[in-house]
C-alpha cells in the first residue's frame, strides 16, 4: 500500500526566503506524486503533478518538485517566497493512474514580511 | 462549470441525529472521492466511487456511515447517529485526467 511523509508541520520563512517542504512516498509500483495547496476555509487545489518523464515539474505560483526516486522524495520549492503563499500544502500519493489517492498529513508554511 | 458544489456549508447537531451531507459532481467527471479532515488524522479518504459505483469503502469508519451516489452528478454521506468524534470538515472532490477538484467542504460539528 502506497504512503506519504511529510516531514515538519509548520515550515515558516521570510518573504523573498526560499520555501522547501519535504516529501517522501512509499508505493509498490512506480507512483504518481502530487502538491495540493489549501486556503483556509477552502478546498484543496492541485499546484503540481508527476506522473511519468521528466522528473522536475513546474506548477503553477512558481513551485516546483522534484521526484527522486533514488531518494523516494519529492520535495517541493520556490525560490522566494511571498506572502501570499501561506496556507497549508499536502502531498500525495496514488499507485499509477489509479483512482485512489492517498494524503499526507499537511504542512502550514507561515510567510513572514 | 460551477465547480464542486458542497452542502451545506456548516452542519452543528447533536449527538444522535442523522446528518446527510451532500455533494454536486462537476459535469462529466466519472469518480467522485469523499474525504475528511481533522487536526489530529489529516486528510482521510472515507470511500470513492467511479461510474456511480464504489468502488473502496474501506476508509468508512463504520457502520454507522454510508454514502451512495444515485446518478452521475451527484452524492451524499450519510452519519446515522452523528457522535461529537465524527466532527471535522468534510470535502467531496471529482476527478478528471488525474486531477481531483475539491468542493469548499462541510464543516459538522457534533455537540
Known amino acids: 500500500a502506497q504512503s506519504v511523509t511529510q516531514l515538519g508541520s509548520h515550515v515558516s520563512v521570510s518573504e523573498g526566503a526560499l520555501v522547501l517542504l519535504r516529501c517522501n512516498y512509499s508505493?509498490?509500483?512506480?507512483?504518481?506524486l502530487f502538491w495540493y495547496v489549501q486556503y483556509p476555509n477552502q478546498g484543496l487545489q492541485l499546484l503540481l503533478k508527476?506522473?511519468?518523464?521528466?522528473?522536475l515539474v513546474k506548477g503553477i505560483n512558481g513551485f516546483e518538485a522534484e521526484f527522486k526516486k533514488s531518494e523516494t522524495s519529492f520535495h517541493l520549492t520556490k525560490p522566494s517566497a511571498h506572502m501570499s503563499d501561506a496556507a497549508e500544502y499536502f502531498c500525495?500519493?496514488?499507485?499509477?493512474?489509479?483512482?485512489?489517492?492517498?494524503f499526507g498529513t499537511g504542512t502550514r508554511l507561515q510567510v513572514f514580511p | 462549470d460551477a465547480g464542486v458544489i458542497q452542502s451545506p456549508r456548516h452542519e452543528v447537531t447533536e449527538m444522535g441525529q442523522e446528518v446527510t451531507l451532500r455533494c454536486k459532481l462537476i459535469?462529466?467527471?466519472?469518480?467522485l472521492f469523499w474525504y475528511r479532515q481533522t487536526m489530529m488524522r489529516g486528510l482521510e479518504l472515507l470511500i470513492y466511487?467511479?461510474?456511480?459505483?464504489?468502488?473502496?469503502d474501506s476508509g468508512m469508519p463504520e457502520d454507522r456511515f454510508s454514502a451512495k451516489m444515485p446518478n452521475a452528478s451527484f452524492s451524499t454521506l450519510k452519519i446515522q447517529p452523528s457522535e461529537p468524534r465524527d466532527s471535522a470538515v468534510y470535502f467531496c472532490?471529482?476527478?478528471?485526467?488525474?486531477?481531483?477538484?475539491f468542493g469548499s467542504g462541510t464543516q459538522l460539528s457534533v455537540l
Open positions: 472532490a471529482s476527478r478528471t485526467n488525474e486531477k481531483l477538484f
Open positions: 508505493s509498490s509500483v512506480p507512483p504518481y
Open positions: 508527476y506522473t511519468t518523464g521528466a522528473t
Open positions: 500525495a500519493v496514488s499507485e499509477g493512474n489509479t483512482d485512489k489517492l492517498i
Open positions: 459535469s462529466g467527471h466519472n469518480s
Open positions: 466511487f467511479n461510474n456511480n459505483v464504489p468502488i473502496d
